[in-house]
């Protein structure tokens, strides 16, 4: 299913490296980008809709990993199909409505950047080396 694989590569791509707390956690920013987006979802919702999840994993220049031919160059390895069946499952309960955020975020970035976007936002955690914010 598009979906499923959208959300697969986006969130293996995104936080291979970063074990399961770390994917967790895009995946809650993700979860709670997609739940905004009230073209996709039904006032209310607590669960997004499966296409207010594609639209928000094809969004342009939101996730690093699909820009300037990067993805290509983002996978080797073991640790990469270790990072590839996580995020299978993940997506799964994505997909299936079942997964729980595990932080209240609908922005990171990496620690290596320091966007300006950040100051308007409040802080909520980091995991790895992701820093997430929360702008309600």
């Known amino acids: 299913m598009l979906a499923e694989t959208l959300l697969i590569l ?3 791509g995104e936080a ?3 074990g399961e707390a770390g994917m967790r956690a895009v995946a ?7 739940l905004e987006d ?3 979802n039904m006032v209310g919702a607590e669960v997004p809709s499966v296409a207010a999840l594609i639209h928000e994993v094809r969004t ?3 996730y690093s990993v699909w820009r300037h031919g990067k993805y290509t160059q983002s996978f080797r390895g ?3 199909d270790r990072a590839l069946l996580l995020a299978a499952q993940i997506a799964s309960e994505m997909m ?3 997964f729980r955020p595990t932080v209240k975020a609908n922005h990171y ?3 290596d950047v320091r966007p300006a976007w950040r100051y308007a936002m409040k802080r909520v955690g980091r995991r790895g080396s992701h820093i997430f914010y929360w702008k309600g």
């Not at 809650?28 to 997609?34: G, L, N, Q």
Request: glycine letters at 4%.
């Open 96 to 98: 299936r409505g079942s």
């Open 78 to 80: 073991q640790a990469d």
């Open 28 to 34: 809650s920013v993700i979860h709670y980008k997609a």
């Open 10 to 12: 986006t969130l293996a």
């Open 60 to 62: 342009p220049h939101r």
């Open 38 to 40: 009230s073209q996709y």
């Open 109 to 111: 970035h990496t620690v």
């Open 16 to 18: 291979r490296n970063q």
